[in-house]
């Protein structure tokens, strides 16, 4: 039974959400890395004062760390009491064993007040281009201990009652590259964190702390509520998936993620324990990545769900420690986010569609061919930045693919590349459409780009971490799956393939090297026979097939 009218239910609901989305907005509009202002590698939130639970996040905030952040707020409140916290206590995070995914995403956690109590907390998270480590722009998929991947820092005090840790701050950024621009992304952050609590001061004004709890509540309630209604509509059953990576960038070898899916009722059980174990690279995802990569394939089916923890609670997860999706310290897991939790996201996906087949896509192209750069440039001095690309949705029942997505696990955009070319020393010669990349179909998959740079001037080491380049993104209900990644590089006029074919480590150029991309298309769905002759006619005519 409601406890709240449903009125001022919606306007509390609606005044939280807009919190958190100025809060991505000062980041946005502060930030100096590209890879957050431009790309919106970030998440702002607000959570439970005492269980840490994610009441609401950001509608452009990655949806990534929606239960990561939820971890990471718990793992402050279980290490530091939140009965001796003080107003203006910040406390900044990015270890990945600590509630996180890698290094690079650094979060900052400060608790809001009320009458003398923490009554909630709010939270951001951004992608830093560098925390130091062996590789500039922090994706190493040579890595073999996450000792190589960057600082890494507990929940840690950064500003003590309003003070700044100095100290604290010194240590961090004397271990970064480009430290000054780190130091910027940090302020914005740490401003985001003043909007927060200055709106929640203005929203508790409004209708009071009492009322407000009481509807966080209510609206945790509507959410598993929703959710549960939706699996009933699953038929009960096991549902068994399996798909690969390529490989860990280490060792040759394909790693396998196997999910069973038990339905019964109107909750989920998932069974990752046919997974492939720890691997020496960088492929190994944190439990709270790994979590979060099975709630956002349901929220990709069920998008109508409002995100919050009670979307969480029909679910139960089986994954063994030790596991690539359960590792233990120091397993290195940089590549967790973008290639590891994309491809759990797509065999959530292709087990529902043994359930309900109508309402699943194909396989999206599942890799975000991560690029990280660092040098010395006459004209940019020490630079050091990381970006990444889009490819190919899957094509579903109501038509064709999305071309040139963003990564599924985010809402986060692909940089300009004009923003990229002011920030680095690099020119694009080439970004378009990667023709015949698609997966046909009744509705083929969205097709993947291709991208070509070079180094302007100067020296430096380019990065890739990505994967699809051994099998494309799988089709369903009879469809082709889409082509596989293809990258090249290129120094002194000869022209390399990554052996690991999409992971190469600083990989060193000069003036006029470079490097040309050839992301996924996304996998096909239902029997090419069956698709239209105007469709294949507009293909043909648009240089697609």
Known sequence: MSTIDPVTLTVIKGGLDQIAEEMDAVIAASAISPVIADAWDRASGIYDGVTGEVIVQGTTGILLFTTVMQHTVQEVIKRHDPAGMKPGDVYVINDPYMGGTHTMDVKFVRPYFHDGKVVLFVA??????????????????????IYQEGLRLPPVKIYDGGVLNQGLLEVMLLNMRVSEDRYGDMAAQINALEIGVKRLDELIAVHGKDVLLRATAELKQRSEALMRSHIESIPDGNYQFSDVLDSDGVEEGQLLIDLVMTVKGSEITFDLSGSAPACRGPFNSPISCTVTGLMIAMNHVFWDVPVNSGCFVPFHIIVPKGSMLNPEPPSPC?????????????????????????????????????????????????????????????????????TNGSTIVSSSRNSSLEVLEQAVPILFSRYSVREGSAGDGQFRGGLGVEAAFTLRDGEGTITLLGDRGTRGAYGLQGGAAGEPARHSFHAGGTETTPPHLTKIDRFRVKAGDGAHLRTPGGGGWGSPEKREAKAREDDKRNGYS
């Open 124 to 145: 951001n998270t951004g992608h830093w281009p560098d925390v130091g480590g062996m590789t500039p722009g922090g994706f190493t998929p040579v890595a073999t201990e």
């Open 334 to 402: 940089s590549g967790c986010t973008t290639e590891t939790t994309q491809r759990l996201i797509g065999v959530v996906m292709g087990a529902l569609s043994k359930a309900i087949p109508d309402k699943v896509p194909a396989s999206a192209f599942g890799t975000g061919t991560n690029i990280g750069i660092g040098g010395l440039s006459p004209s940019k001095g020490r630079y050091a930045t990381v970006f990444f690309f889009g490819g190919g949705y899957g094509g579903h029942g109501d038509g064709d693919g999305l």
